[in-house]
């Protein structure tokens, strides 16, 4: 049985517990390439093993383009939907007004 680990926290998921995977692709925005693309050729079960060895090496093929997944317990997912770019939280949301 595979047991995952939030990769946030590390705190290994229980069977019971729901996991939430965050996956994230980076590509430049100002060439034609678009992830939705790339998957259509993907051949599922070579997805599957990717996703099980953790690497997606598809992905690196492309010059700019990565390709990141995660998996997240239900707490770090909620603190990650808040705050997907971990961008500084503990000021106060404020808008310049000079
Ligand atoms: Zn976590």
């Known amino acids: ?5 939030c990769d946030l926290c590390h705190r290994t998921l229980q069977p ?3 996991r939430y995977v965050v996956r ?8 034609e390439i678009y992830p939705e693309d790339l998957e259509e050729d993907r051949d ?10 953790g690497l ?5 093929e492309q010059p700019g383009c990565h390709q990141f997944r ?8 909620q603190r990650f939907v808040r705050n997907p770019l971990g961008r500084e939280v503990s000021l106060p949301f404020n808008i310049s007004q000079n």
């Open 70 to 77: 995660y998996d997240l317990c239900p707490q770090c997912y």
């Open 56 to 60: 997606d090496d598809e992905a690196l």
């Open 1 to 5: 049985m595979i047991r995952y680990s």
């Open 16 to 18: 019971h517990e729901k």
């Open 44 to 53: 599922h079960l070579a997805e599957l093993n990717q996703l099980l060895e």
């Open 24 to 31: 994230m692709d980076v590509f430049p925005g100002n060439e």
